[in-house]
């Protein structure tokens, strides 16, 4: 039978952030490396600052570079 519980500990579900999406949109231009700041293509890792920028209700601007490296700046 079901009961009542006076608390109970849940676990945080769902993904973590993998990158600091936070300390990258500081308004500041940041220019992150290829195998150092992230593993993915610039491209994906694009569509992902895009989409973290939506989820947290600002804008971004972001460069994928001929080397694979990434400039991304907050914009708003």
């Known amino acids: 039978m079901a009961q009542v519980l006076e608390s109970y500990d849940f676990k945080r579900v769902g993904r973590q952030p993998q990158y600091p999406y936070d300390q990258w949109f500081d308004g500041q231009i940041w220019g992150l490396q290829y195998m150092v700041d992230f593993d993915c293509q610039g491209n994906s890792l694009r569509q992902s600052l895009y989409a973290a920028a ?14 694979g490296d990434v400039v991304v700046q907050r914009t708003d």
């Open 54 to 67: 939506k989820r947290r209700g600002i804008k971004v601007k972001v460069s994928v570079l001929a080397n």
